[in-house]
């Protein structure tokens, strides 16, 4: 009886220290895009295809742009394209300029497909970097997580992929204001 009543005064202990520092932690992280990890981790994909597909069904633009900030470009071999940032705010388009730029983005990643690698790492990029994606039917890969000043120099082997990403970008706040 007394072991019970020693730790059940253990337990509250803990619950009124731990419970009220948790609350303040994640309070203070930054507000993930709701959607961003279901989407990295393809619960979206249909389960009745083929279970050994290789088929690209979506690439990604992942950047923190700072202060907290998640943007996150999906852009689906369907033509659906989405930009979700971490305020929850989903912008998407079916414009036939963003439905262009959509294209052009999913070639070029297409283009630099060796430079992505397997994952299982869908934290977001740290501040003021961007990570890339492709998503199939089997997998997720992933490039590095870059900082976007890296990026931006023309020397860089995913420039032209940030370029491209950005412009998608570009044209869903075009069509969407």
Request: charged share 20%; proline share 3%.
């Amino acid at each position: 009886m007394r072991k019970l009543l020693v730790m059940t005064a253990i337990a509250l202990v803990a619950l009124f220290i731990v419970a009220p520092r948790f609350v303040h932690w994640t309070a203070n992280r930054p507000k993930v895009v709701i959607g961003r990890q279901a989407i990295l981790q393809r619960t979206f994909v249909d389960s009745t295809t083929v279970a050994d597909s290789a088929d690209v069904v979506a690439v990604v633009m992942d950047s923190n742009l700072g202060g907290g900030i998640i943007s996150t470009l999906v852009v689906f071999t369907d033509g659906k394209t989405a930009l979700y940032t971490t305020h929850a705010k989903l912008l998407t388009s079916q414009n036939d300029k963003v439905r262009e730029a959509a294209e052009a983005f999913r070639s070029v990643v297409a283009d630099h497909s060796d430079q992505f690698h397997t994952t299982a790492d869908f934290d977001p990029p740290g501040n003021g970097a961007t990570r890339f994606y492709i998503l199939t039917r089997t997998g997720t890969f992933a490039t590095g997580k870059e900082l976007n000043v890296v990026l931006q120099n023309e020397r860089q082997t995913l420039h032209p992929v940030l370029e491209a990403g950005q412009a998608v970008v570009a044209e869903i706040q075009r069509t969407s204001q």
